[in-house]
């Protein structure tokens, strides 16, 4: 993949090509929250959770975008070349309210801190429990999930310390290919396994039985959708390292119309 690079005030700042980009966004959003997707079908109906998983990524789309062009409209008014989520947030507010520019800068990293402190307890949390299983399975040794958590915490730490993203472009390319290997896998062994045997009738049995809308578990589906479409996070750094930001919306709706089909489908399943 090419990249470009540019120098500001005597650094020197890589730009991403729009392939690397929607590489990404792609990694961004498919991660752990695609395997519970089928429980919050479940939890929502037959009919309103397919369309409630269409319905907010088309949502968590547009606020992606609205924030991409929220900041460069920013950029261009105030002569800046980029801005992060706590930046724009502080040059937006001063505009109507000068004193409290740097109360929002605050609030905004805090939710911030909050929000992937959250998504890093699952991964963590998710990361232990299937080392644990695999290892017990295959290699029959017994090790406490805790202790792998802790195992991964010093690899996890040395990757957070990467600040430029364009580093980890080949990390996000070959976990993408491991993510879709995974995810055909999966496909495979559930339309095997609902479409031969004895488990086949019983699948077609579950689908028809399942209502259409479950309005006293629809909370539930809200929070795991909602918690599965967790890219927005990566919007501003993505688009300020890009070579042409302004494709940033055009490629933006590429791959998260590729996220949505994906999770349609496996939350289906």
Known sequence: METSQ??????TIIRRTDLQTIMHILKANVGTGLLALP???MNAGLIAGPLGLVVLGIIASHCMMVLADCSRALCQRHQISTLNYSEAAKVCTEEHFPRLGTVASIVVNIFLCITQFGFCCIYFVF??????????TAFNI???CRVWMVIMLAPVILFS???NLDTLASFSSIANICI???????LYEEFYRFTTGSEASEAAVRVVSLPYVTPETLPLFFGTAVYAYEGIGVALPLENKMKTPSHFNRIGWIAMSIVISLYSVFGSL
């Open 6 to 11: 540019t120098t500001t005030n005597g650094l």
């Open 39 to 41: 429980q919050a079908v």
């Open 127 to 136: 990361m232990g429990t299937n080392i644990q299983q695999v290892f017990s």
């Open 142 to 144: 017994s090790i406490d």
């Open 161 to 163: 310390w990467i600040r």
């Open 180 to 186: 879709v290997f995974s995810l055909l896998v999966i």
